[in-house]
């Protein structure tokens, strides 16, 4: 470690010395004097998706700097110890190996002894069998009927993902309607189930360790609807399970048959490609899921093989290391240009924040620098409306990243060319900005006085050169989303070994949940026991009202 870090201290040390060389540019100018900036920070990939990162504060020196980082730090050879099926994720001894769900390592892997592409594929046959019964109504439910309705329970990775792809995936739906419950909160699944029928409805209970207290609380109270209205053996009908705990499963009532399980080597926030991608299944189908699948392979191959200039995960992951550690920026926007990427950004926090939100290197060492920003975003245009005003004229530098397709997916072809424009709207005002000048002979166009115009002109003027690429696509079908997530897993990892931390272990989420256990009983009777006891009695005392 020590070596390695040493190695690496000698460019961040000249990525820091080089972030004076920008101390007078601006993104105004550098496209004004070079035309072929476009040309030059964008690459393409499978002749369908762009990065376009010409918007950055990056000349070419950033880019050999940022390279030989990456070098450095070795992702490349840490990425093929994860192909091999090393053990990544140290801290909690196990492999990490979602690239296999879609097939990207060799045919013949074994972990523990255990071909697992054997396994993959025996689990993906039965998955399909599934989804395929549901869609066309062989897999009925008690009454012999199909099912209209099917409830996903799960959180965290075992409801991010899914929900997040099959709202994206919204106009490749020719299965059952597909509802997702998450949150502890009654409301989710008491709203949820008031517009369903239990006997039209199939329930998901997706935890790969089947104890987590919200999933297994939330699919208590879907028993329950269920067996009050059709009796304790409708539960063989309509439930199914999705995890890796078959004691667990088969404790809550669930015939193995009916579970479909997952390996200790699928992180959470990376298992949309296991079997908790069941809900993607049914809504889309078996071959819209290898057309996923296949997507991510593709972006797998690309990122194992293309040289850095032309590797967007790598290019991805530089940027957004130049900033977090050189610039000190402390988040950054994930901004998609379409309404059906809505969750995108949530699905992103956990992913990025969930993996690179850490203080310590593998070795249990303090990090020297910031690891991961806080990951934020919406659709737009809707952020434009709500917070892009401080994107563009905050104190902060908040580095975007835009994504938009080029051609909608069965939406109106005039809309989304307003949807374009406004992106690229976008990306051109953080990049040039309005100049003061600019701002006075429009001020003066319209007919303010001098005075006026004196007084408004500091409003008015956009500074511009804020950092945003651009993610550009042909369209959101199957395998374009399997690429784009795949993009950020691989980005996620590039950081993840930079940063020289584990990203595949989640240990800040513990502390909170055993606190939540212990208080439970507290809460319950609002009496003084484990936790503040002044909130208890203010609890208390509310409660009395
Ligand atoms: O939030 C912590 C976490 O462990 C996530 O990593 C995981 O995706 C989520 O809880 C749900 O866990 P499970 O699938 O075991 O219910």
């Known amino acids: 470690m020590g070596k390695f870090m040493s190695s690496m201290e000698v460019i961040w040390t000249d990525l820091v010395h080089h972030r004076q060389d920008f ?6 100018e550098a496209f004004a004097a070079d035309p072929s900036r476009f040309e030059r920070f964008s690459t393409e990939m499978d002749g369908c998706l762009t990065l376009d990162y010409s918007r950055n504060r990056v000349d070419e020196k950033t880019m050999l700097l940022l390279e030989k980082l990456i070098e450095a730090a070795g992702v490349r050879t840490r990425f093929a110890e994860m192909k091999g099926g ?8 196990r492999a990490v190996l979602h690239v296999a769900l879609r097939g990207s390592v060799s045919a013949n892997l074994e972990v523990n002894g255990q071909k697992i592409m054997d396994d993959i594929n025996a689990v993906k046959k039965r998955l ?14 008690k009454d012999g009927q199909p099912f209209t309705d099917v409830v996903n329970i799960g959180i965290g990775g075992s409801d991010l993902g899914p929900h997040m792809v099959t709202r994206a995936l919204s106009a490749f739906h020719d299965g059952p309607r597909v509802h997702f419950v998450s949150n502890v909160d009654g409301a989710h699944m008491g709203d949820t189930l008031k517009t369903l029928e239990p006997a039209r409805t199939l329930f998901l209970v997706a935890s790969k360790t089947f104890t987590t207290q919200e999933t297994m ?68 189908g078996a071959d819209g899921f290898e057309e996923f ?9 690309h990122f194992a093989s293309a040289p850095f200039r032309e590797n967007i995960p790598m290019l991805m992951a530089a940027l957004g290391l130049w900033y977090r550690n050189v610039w000190d920026c402390a988040s950054m926007a994930v901004l998609p240009y379409d309404q059906r990427l809505e969750y995108f950004a949530d699905f992103l926090q ?53 994504l938009v397709a080029a051609k ?43 005075e006026e115009v004196a007084a408004l002109v500091p409003h008015k003027v956009f500074e511009g050169n804020r950092p945003s690429s651009l993610i550009f696509y042909d369209e959101l079908t199957p395998k374009m989303l399997g690429r784009l997530i795949a993009l950020y897993e691989q980005k996620v990892f590039v950081q993840g070994v930079v940063w020289g931390v584990n990203p595949y272990d989640q240990w800040g989420v513990e502390l909170g949940k055993e606190l939540a256990n212990k208080l439970a009983p507290a809460v319950k009777t609002g009496d003084r026991g484990e936790g503040d006891p002044a909130i208890l009695d203010r609890l208390k005392a509310y409660r009395a009202k």
């Open 23 to 28: 101390d007078s540019f601006h993104l105004r």
């Open 350 to 402: 956990q992913l990025d924040m969930e993996s690179n939100g850490k203080s310590v290197h593998n070795d249990g060492s303090s990090l020297a620098r910031a690891s991961g920003p806080v990951i934020w975003g919406a659709s737009g245009t809707n952020g434009q409306h709500a917070f892009y005003q401080e994107l563009h004229q905050g104190t902060d530098i908040i580095p975007c990243e835009f």
């Open 408 to 450: 909608p997916t069965d939406a109106d072809d005039y809309q989304h060319e307003l949807l374009l424009a406004n992106c690229f709207a976008q990306v051109e005002a953080l990049a040039k900005g309005r100049t003061a000048e600019e701002a006075k002979a429009q001020l003066e166009a319209s007919g303010k006085s001098a």
């Open 86 to 93: 090393a053990t990544i994720n140290n801290t909690e001894g």
């Open 128 to 141: 399909y069998a599934f989804a395929t019964g549901v869609r066309d109504g062989s897999i009925a439910a």
């Open 217 to 284: 609380t939330n699919a208590r109270a879907a028993k329950a609807w269920l067996t009050a209205a059709l009796g304790d053996d409708a539960v063989a009908d309509h439930f199914a399970a999705l995890s890796t705990n078959k004691e667990g499963v088969e404790g809550f009532g669930i015939n193995t048959d009916r579970m479909f399980e997952f390996w200790d080597w699928v992180g959470g926030r990376y298992s949309v490609w296991s079997a908790i991608g069941l809900p993607v299944m049914i809504a889309i």
């Open 293 to 301: 699948l296949a997507g991510a392979r593709s972006m797998d191959s």
